[in-house]
């Protein structure tokens, strides 16, 4: 792991920070430097659900609620979970929507029917706590999908995604929004443990059919499981 990067409560405060600061025009910039490949992205999470129309499903680190609108589109009752204060009101949802924290949810065991979370694993203190609070909340059978960012496998394809994500995304980034955290975004992928070491977490955690699929070429990433 990079050295820079921050570690628990100082992480935890960067991020919080970070995402105040960018809320205003953070979705804005996500369209613009995803060339809007995010909107397929979070389609293909909410369908990978397959729950039952009406089923209660969390946002977690929903930020201003692009999952919730997809949710709800999908005929799911969603409820958003962020910690910043800014993305939560640069929200553009009509699902309820909680401050709180992704790694102690307000809610009761199994009292849940399935939980995505978009482009937020890196940001977290640690992943595995987050994953047994996961599994706590939702009831046997809840299904969990989680989009992150990634990197191809393909040697090439790796050498020019890295220059866009680590060149392209912080000049762009910074010239509209915040030049430190969209310095910062791409270096938090070296966060994300490796893709075989992530199923085996959704397994450890309680998440039956674990499964890892590589969206566009690799750049992104859906994790999905079923709650035992
Ligand atoms: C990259 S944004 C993703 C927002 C949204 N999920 C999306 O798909 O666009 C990451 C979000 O994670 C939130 N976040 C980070 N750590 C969190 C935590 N421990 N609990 C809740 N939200 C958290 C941030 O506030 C931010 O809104």
């Given at each position: 792991m990079t050295a820079e990067l921050p570690q628990g409560e100082a992480k935890v405060k960067a991020v919080d920070a970070m995402f105040d600061a960018i809320a205003p025009r953070y979705d804005m910039l996500n369209r613009l430097l995803t060339f809007g490949m995010d909107v397929g992205w979070r389609r293909k999470t909410v369908k990978s659900l397959q729950l039952s129309p009406g089923a209660k499903v969390l946002d977690l680190a929903c930020g201003t609620g692009d999952l919730c609108r997809e949710l709800t589109k999908r005929g799911y009752r969603p409820v958003g979970v962020d910690r910043s204060a800014g993305m939560l009101a640069a929200q553009r949802t009509t699902a309820p929507l909680v401050r709180g924290d992704a790694l102690v949810l307000p809610f009761r065991d199994t009292s849940i029917d399935g939980i995505?979370?978009?482009?937020?694993?890196?940001?977290?203190?640690?992943?595995?706590?987050?994953?047994?609070?996961?599994?706590?909340?939702?009831?046997?059978?809840?299904?969990?999908?989680?989009?992150?960012?990634?990197?191809?496998?393909?040697?090439?394809?790796?050498?020019?995604?890295?220059?866009?994500?680590?060149?392209?995304?912080?000049?762009?980034?910074?010239?509209?929004?915040?030049?430190?955290?969209?310095?910062?975004?791409?270096?938090?992928?070296?966060?994300?443990?490796?893709?075989?070491?992530?199923?085996?977490?959704?397994?450890?955690?309680?998440?039956?059919?674990?499964?890892?699929?590589?969206?566009?070429?690799?750049?992104?990433?859906?994790?999905?499981?079923?709650?035992?």
């Open positions: 995505v979370c978009g482009f937020a694993l890196r940001n977290f203190a640690s992943l595995k706590p987050f994953l047994v609070e996961c599994a706590r909340v939702l009831r046997p059978g809840g299904r969990m999908a989680l989009l992150e960012v990634a990197q191809p496998e393909n040697a090439v394809l790796r050498w020019g995604h890295g220059q866009y994500f680590g060149k392209v995304v912080p000049l762009v980034g910074g010239l509209l929004s915040d030049r430190d955290a969209y310095q910062y975004l791409p270096k938090s992928v070296a966060y994300l443990p490796p893709p075989a070491r992530m199923v085996s977490m959704l397994s450890e955690s309680g998440f039956g059919a674990a499964a890892r699929r590589p969206l566009s070429t690799g750049i992104a990433q859906l994790l999905t499981g079923t709650r035992r």
